[in-house]
Nanobody, 115 residues
Framework: VQLQASGGGLVEPGGSLRLTCAASGLIFNNYDMAWYRQAPGSQREEVARITFDRSTNYADSVKGRFTISRDNAKNTVFLQLDSLKPEDTAVYYC??????????WGQGTLVTVSS
């Protein structure tokens, strides 16, 4: 299983980014997909989750600003980050799991929010 995350970068406060995670080596439709993040000196935390049947859940800190979605035809999950704040600065990781397999992790993509 491979999860390839991309789309991170440097953005000013209030800006937007779109993260992409391309999955391979698994039956994508059968997996819940999630984005986690880890800031320096902090524990990894779940940011957003989308289940195999497209139910979504968000951390309180990102509700109303981040949107998770998936394209099962392309084995891809997205995270739209809007109204970014400096405290959103972190390495963002893609995660795949279901009751039988995983969790699987991608390599992470760095998001830096700074003026």
């Amino acid at each position: 299983v491979q999860l390839q995350a991309s789309g991170g970068g440097l953005v000013e406060p209030g800006g937007s980014l779109r993260l992409t995670c391309a999955a391979s080596g698994l039956i994508f439709n059968n997996y819940d997909m999630a984005w986690y993040r880890q800031a320096p000196g902090s524990q990894r935390e779940e940011v957003a989750r989308i289940t195999f049947d497209r139910s979504t859940n968000y951390a309180d800190s990102v509700k109303g600003r981040f949107t998770i979605s998936r394209d099962n035809a392309k084995n891809t999950v997205f995270l739209q980050l809007d109204s970014l704040k400096p405290e959103d600065t972190a390495v963002y990781y893609c995660n795949a799991q279901n009751p039988w397999y995983g969790p699987y992790w991608g390599q992470g993509t760095l998001v830096t929010v700074s003026s």
